[in-house]
């Protein structure tokens, strides 16, 4: 989902529940075992500095760049993350679209040559693997709006050499490219937005299509020559909101060879309040459909996790409204739901999913692929 910014989680530390089934309280307390554990769409910050700063925004646009603290290298470490594509440049709001993207870049390229030792770009696949070697946490550059490429389709090349390797075609509305998943019309891509997946697959960078509407999806999947991606979605046929995908978008991603990231979000379930076990059965029902060479995660949150409820239900609330102004929330999203799963938050939530995947009998293979191999596999198709 992206800001204003909706990546704040609760941390929970490294205890589980005490009303979790045994076998999850276990596996808590146990590592990854080296596993690659790639998030398709997440953030690098510290939320609990955002609402100290009062720093609650009217858009969904980020700021140019975080100002990461010990705190946000610490959780990620004991996290086990492997590599993160965050959010970039222009989303929505009042900016000049292309001049804040090239600002925000200009500003993460400054974030990763201060923290070298703890970051690295990604360009590439095998970078991943490099990250891993070395310790490191991968981070990829990607959008979630592509109106800043919408006037000049060539443009794809200059955000592609500054280190851009993910671009979403649409958010939530309507852009020149196509509609977004709340747009009641569902007219698809535009000649644009063809002209635009052209580009990026000459280019070979990922097309993403979270937040497109059902016939945009359908019809991007039809025009790309390589595999595309919805690296943070739910499963319609589990929650029918418009920001899940149908099992007709996630089988013909599968049969083009592409990937599939669920996130822990609120629109999992019509309540919009999702545990653990919703995030699991969107997991499951997506591996029936595509595969389980297709499926992985794509949270739509931080590692590290809010310490103030109350003061970040405060701002929840200013949030949502916010959005709802802008013309950019979501069917789903309401003040009391939360962007993120109350029982899967904070460092321990990647181990915290390896115990309930394990727990519910799936093999460790498939669980390596769901947590980070699917993901490397695709990237390697796509970005060589």
């Known amino acids: 989902m992206n800001g204003v910014d909706r990546r704040g989680v609760i941390t929970l530390g490294a205890t589980a529940p005490l009303w979790a089934p045994s076998a999850v309280r276990a596996s808590v307390r146990e590592t990854l075992h080296g596993m690659l554990v790639i998030n398709a769409l997440g953030g690098l910050d510290d939320p609990n500095r955002e609402l100290t700063a009062e720093n609650s925004k009217d858009t969904a646009t980020p700021t140019d ?28 709001g009042p900016q000049d679209p292309v001049d804040y993207t090239f600002k925000s870049i200009e500003g993460w390229q400054g974030v990763l040559r201060e923290h070298a030792d703890a970051l690295l770009l990604v360009r590439t696949a095998d970078d991943i693997l490099k990250a891993k070697a070395e310790a490191k946490v991968g981070v990829i550059f990607g959008f979630q709006n592509a109106v800043q490429v919408a006037d000049k389709p060539e443009r794809v090349d200059q955000f592609g050499e500054l280190g851009v390797r993910v671009i979403q075609l649409t958010y939530n509305p309507h852009n020149p490219l196509g509609d977004g998943s709340m747009v009641a019309e569902n007219q698809g891509l535009t000649p ?106 794509g949270t739509d949150g931080s590692v590290t996790g809010i310490d103030d409820l109350p003061a970040y239900q405060g701002a929840l609330a200013r949030e949502v409204a916010a959005r709802q102004k802008a013309g950019i929330g979501a069917k789903g999203e309401r003040a009391d739901t939360y962007p993120f799963v109350v029982d899967l938050r904070g460092e321990g939530q990647f181990r915290r999913l390896v115990g309930l995947l394990r727990a519910r009998g799936h093999r460790e293979a498939r669980i390596e692929k769901i947590m980070g191999k699917n993901f490397l596999r695709f990237a390697r198709d796509v970005w060589g």
């Open 192 to 297: 644009i937005g063809r002209e635009v997946v052209e580009r990026l697959n000459a280019r070979r960078l990922m097309v993403d299509l979270s937040h497109s509407g059902e016939r945009t999806c359908l019809d991007a999947i039809a025009a790309s020559k390589a595999p595309i991606s919805i690296n943070h979605t739910g499963c319609r046929a589990l929650c029918d909101l418009p920001r899940n995908k149908t099992d007709a978008e996630l089988r013909c991603v599968a049969q083009r060879g592409g990937f599939v990231g669920i996130y822990f979000m609120p629109f999992l379930t019509a309540i919009g309040h999702p545990t653990a076990a919703d995030v699991v059965a969107h997991i499951e029902h997506a591996v029936q459909v595509c595969g389980e060479d297709h499926v992985g995660i």
């Open 65 to 92: 760049a975080p100002d990461l603290d010990a705190r946000v290298f610490q959780d990620v470490k004991s996290s086990g993350l492997t590599a993160v594509n965050i959010t970039l440049g222009y989303v929505s």
